[in-house]
């Protein structure tokens, strides 16, 4: 069979045909890329430093009514066309009279052989006018966006700041950055007739579209409540700092987050660098008897105990695996429900040996200990747990009276938020709403439930006890007249970072609790850092939850429940039995 | 030993030692797959580079389009599986229904309430959340019906009445209809390729050389009477004129490609793309090979592509029956001539197009087009003619 099939033969052309094109492209490639490299990368290097990038304005921040937070203003920035210059020394001169700048300092950068420099960014306003009035040849102005803070210090751990290119580096301007960041722009700039770079026609007028706005859960009025208030007691304190969060229980949501010292994010030093970090989410601290909260809760969840159960108090002094636990206020026999209002150590301490590691570890997992709550806020720490199965009797000791277990503010104001709302652990948010440019909502915040730790009977026991220690107990000086409080002191020794000990003159005063108990509207947790006056924390803490809750009620208009309590001298055991028989 | 005897093969053994041929089944053709799936995901990875920026600032998520092309690949791959295991003759029976469905399609993308247009054009229909671009299919069917008919009629094809007349009408109410959007890349493939089977099958020169010349004169008609097509063809006469319009997309192609060099300026390290090359992700993929993996990048890819072409034409010759040579042929044709003009007209050979990379670009539609081509050339290729069907030493010494 040596007759050729025509049609083979056709394939073959064909074939070819194919392959000489991709032989063309190969050799077309070979042209681009290797003979013209050298003058098309040069091209291409001209062309990239001609491109300037413009960014949209900020979005704006709100607090939960609406107030603005965080706003961008539209200021000049000034640039210069060196390439179409001939003599740049009266400009510069001109320009550094304008701006207060050193006129050789300008001249430097007009005379570069470039064709585009910036000389000033966001300057004041007024010289921008200036300058507009009167042009220079080669220079022009260009509005870029400033970041202003209208309220200074107010919120501005929460809120963070954006750097001069408009990148959010801290805070909510950090963690919400693809949101409230404008829409970047690369203009290239282009030649007019004179062969000076100039923006594109309708450029001004159009410019980049701007960053979505955010609106926070935190209430400007609450937020400048607490901030007052913590900066006082930080103060007559004459502590290192503060922590105070006000939290809506039943949604995780943040009314407040007031952190001293403070800073103004309109006049950063870097002096204070370490002043921005948010130390309500970053910062792990040892919580002390605010504690005994969860490993009561773990003991009424697992039946272990009850609050009419009897423990004894050994008199106030008590041996565990070699060290000696004291309490502050020796007792004898006492309720469970005593514990926590005398912030017992012993009996704390005896009722976490009852539960064993496994039990007492599951449920502070559960509420949210050694794993970060994902608020949306940069920087959160997971807190330190140890792994239940190397805790020894020592380790359960410490753990029940707060110690050797690290949790951050947001934690504890967490987990409390859990007990006064019926057993629920939400997800802390501090962002509400983030709208678009246009006013249309791209998301809201609703509720979220983490899991439930607790079971509604227990987290109503604890609340009851929690109202004791607030009425009978340490927390009495958190009491809020008129409205039923439940709450737990705490006062943690500080590790002294010289000795690697537990320190005798630095503390931790804090108080966490929630009002009103029968039907809570605000959980607040007081942290007080090293204050020097006085360590306890129903001394330095509790009196700044009452004065917080005082002011913060009434603004939200929630009314008092409790009228029996004025008008009885008894009035407070009496309301309390009452709503003891209203339980299961 | 009593079945010994009865078995003409069995060398005296208890087990019969030779196989019947039509027990032997080939597997697919491994270095087709292989270098398909080598070109989609070196795609995949140019797609996330060059679309990073962009879906960032326009999505807030940066793999927007990346995971979009996960999910179409993934996709895609299943569909070439299937295609490569189906017999490939049911696409004969199915050729003049596709016929009738893509000719509705295409009627459908035009209407002004189901049709999608995107810069002027209606290219997309939407279906839930999936856009989809018929014309891209079209393409495929267009093949197949070519490849039915030229198997059926392979005698008639070198009259022109009852030959080649019936093929030219359906080709030219498909790419009617595609130009119609307008789509002028897709239907001058859809052209080219029609004209290339023809050839293929036998069609006579001369018929065909006047076909071609008509087919010039209409193309060079409608170009000289569509302002926008007669200036990009202008910019294509000197792309360096005006530099900061039409001939924007083309220079900037240039200085990618030059600015890459030999061996590129990295992964990911483009300028271009950031604003001077917006289709980067898509019809200009190349350029940003080219820039961000140099002539090696490039070459490679056109490597690649040229050994799928070379294995099509294999595949072809190799084929028991005239449908699927014919198949084979129409979609290595449609790969190649894609690739080729996508390439020429990224690199300036050729005037500025609208066409896509096959396989590599960003988009659903071509992508699944590319890849179910592919394994209905796996489908084919499993299915080779006797003398050549077992390869290796031991065929080479039997045939001897």
């Known amino acids: 069979m040596t007759v050729v099939d025509p049609l083979r033969v056709r394939r073959i052309v064909a074939a070819l045909l194919l392959l000489a094109g991709f032989v063309i492209v190969l050799f077309r490639l070979f042209n681009l890329q290797v003979l013209q490299a050298g003058e098309l990368t040069l091209k291409a290097e001209r062309q990239h430093e001609k491109a300037i990038t413009l960014q949209g304005g900020r979005g704006t921040i709100y607090d939960r009514r609406g107030k603005v937070l965080a706003i961008n203003l539209e200021v000049p920035s000034v640039f210069g066309v060196p390439t179409s210059l001939e003599d740049p020394t009266p400009v510069a001169r001109e320009l550094g009279r304008v701006l207060h700048v050193r006129p050789d300092e300008i001249e430097k950068k007009l005379k570069q052989e470039r064709s585009f420099v910036w000389i000033a960014r966001k300057v004041d306003p007024e010289q921008g006018r200036r300058l507009q009035r009167r042009p220079l040849e080669g220079i022009g102005l260009v509005l870029e966006g400033r970041r202003y803070y209208p309220k200074g210090t107010l919120l501005s751990h929460v809120i963070g700041f954006a750097g001069m290119d ?105 002096l204070y660098a370490d002043r921005w970090r948010n130390r309500a989410v970053t910062d792990v601290y040892e919580p002390g008897s605010t504690l005994k909260v969860l490993v009561a809760a773990a003991a009424l969840e697992d039946k272990v105990m009850e609050p009419q159960t009897i423990l004894f108090g050994e008199r106030g002094s008590m041996t565990v695996a070699n060290t000696v636990v004291h309490d502050h206020d020796p007792s004898g026999w006492m309720t469970f429900a005593q514990v926590l209002e005398r912030s017992s150590n012993i009996g704390a301490v005896k009722t976490a040996l009852a539960l064993g590691p496994d039990r007492l570890s ?135 970072p010289r000795t690697g000990t537990y320190s005798t003159t630095l503390f931790i005063g804090s108080f966490v609790g929630f009002v009103p108990a029968e039907d809570p509207r605000l959980c607040i947790l007081v942290v007080i850092d090293e204050p020097q006056t006085e360590a306890w924390g129903g001394v330095v803490a509790a009196p700044v939850f009452r004065r917080v809750a005082e002011q913060v009620l009434p603004y939200l208009g929630v009314t008092s429940q409790a009228p029996v309590r004025v008008a009885l001298a008894e009035g407070e055991s009496i309301g309390v039995r009452r709503a003891g028989r209203a339980g299961p | 030993m009593s079945r010994s005897g009865s078995d003409a093969g069995t060398l005296g053994l208890p087990w019969p030692t030779s196989a019947s041929p039509a027990h032997q089944r080939m597997g697919p053709d491994a270095s087709v797959l292989l270098v398909a799936m080598v070109l989609a995901l070196l795609g995949l990875v140019m797609v996330f580079s060059a679309s990073a920026v962009v879906a960032g600032n326009r999505f807030h998520d940066p793999l927007y389009f990346l995971k979009r092309q996960l999910a179409w690949l993934a996709f895609g791959f299943l569909l070439l599986h299937v295609a490569s295991r189906l017999d490939y003759t049911v696409w004969r029976r199915m050729a003049l229904p596709m016929v009738a ?45 070519l490849a039915a008919y030229l198997a059926k009629k392979e005698e008639r094809v070198t009259e022109w009445i009852a030959g080649l007349l019936p093929p030219l009408i359906v080709s030219g109410l498909l790419g009617g209809l595609v130009l119609w959007q307008p789509d002028l890349g897709t239907a001058v493939v859809i052209g080219l390729v029609t004209m290339g089977l023809l050839f293929l099958g036998g069609a006579r020169l001369r018929h065909l050389t006047g076909l071609v010349l008509s087919g010039l004169a209409l193309l060079f008609a409608l170009v000289r009477t569509s302002p926008y097509r007669w200036q990009r063809l202008m910019t294509f006469v000197d792309p360096w004129k005006d530099p ?39 019809d200009f993929m190349l350029a940003l090979v080219g820039e961000e993996l140099g002539l090696l990048g490039t070459a490679f890819v056109m490597v690649l592509f040229m050994i799928l072409v070379f294995k099509g034409f294999q595949i ?58 592919i394994g209905i050339l796996l489908s084919i290729s499993r299915d080779r003619q006797g003398g050549r069907r077992a ?3 031991a065929s080479w010494v039997a045939a001897r």
Not at chain 1, 394 to 416: D, F, K, N, P, W
Not at chain 2, 252 to 281: R, V, Y
Request: with cysteine.
């Open chain 1, 166 to 270: 408009g990148d959010g580096l801290e805070g909510i301007e950090h963690r919400y950055d693809s949101y409230l960041r404008g829409e970047k722009q690369m203009v290239v700039l282009q030649r007019d007739a004179l062969g000076r770079s100039v923006f594109p026609k309708g450029f001004t007028e159009q410019g980049p579209s701007s960053g979505h706005s955010v609106t926070l859960t935190i209430d400007e009025t609450i937020q400048y409540i607490a901030e007052k208030e913590l900066e006082e007691a930080v103060a007559a304190s004459r502590a290192k700092g503060g922590t105070i969060i006000v939290m809506e229980p039943r949604t995780g949501a943040v009314l407040a987050m007031a952190l001293v010292p403070t800073f103004d994010p309109n006049s950063l030093g870097s």
């Open chain 1, 362 to 496: 599951r449920v502070l997992r559960a509420f949210g200990f050694g794993e970060r709550s994902e608020i949306d806020l940069p920087g959160e720490a997971a807190g330190l747990v140890r792994d239940s199965r190397s805790w020894g009797r020592r380790s359960l000791a410490s753990i029940a009276m707060g110690q050797e277990i690290g949790v951050t503010a947001v934690q504890l104001a967490t987990a409390l938020s859990a007990v006064a709302n019926g057993g629920w652990l939400m997800k802390p948010h501090v962002v509400a709403e983030i709208r678009d440019g246009k006013g249309k909502a791209v998301y809201q915040a609703s509720p979220q439930v983490r899991r439930q730790p607790i079971s509604e009977g227990t987290a109503q026991k604890l609340t009851r006890i929690l109202e004791g220690a607030v009425s009978r107990g340490t927390g009495k000086s958190a009491a809020v007249s008129g409205y039923r409080v439940a709450g737990k002191t705490g006062t943690a020794q500080k590790v002294d």
């Open chain 2, 391 to 393: 390869g290796g030493f």
């Open chain 2, 101 to 145: 469905c893509s000719a509705m399609l295409l009627i459908l993308v035009l209407v002004p309430s189901i049709g999608v247009a995107v810069k002027g054009a209606r290219r997309w229909l939407r279906v839930g959340p999936l856009s989809v671009q018929p014309a891209e299919f079209v393409k495929l069917v267009v093949v197949v019906y």
């Open chain 2, 316 to 373: 072809a010759g190799r084929a028991r029956e005239p449908f699927g040579r014919y198949l084979a042929l129409g979609i290595t044709l449609l790969l190649g001539l894609q690739v080729l003009i996508n390439a020429g007209v990224v690199t300036g050979l050729l005037p500025t197009k609208g066409l896509t990379l096959p396989l590599m670009s960003y988009g659903g539609s071509s992508l699944l087009v590319s890849l179910v081509g």
């Open chain 2, 244 to 282: 900061t319009d039409a001939g924007f997309q083309m220079t900037q192609s240039f200085l990618a490609f030059g600015s890459g060099g030999l061996f590129g300026i990295g992964l990911g390290e483009s300028k271009q793309k950031l604003f001077f090359l917006p289709e980067g992700h898509t």
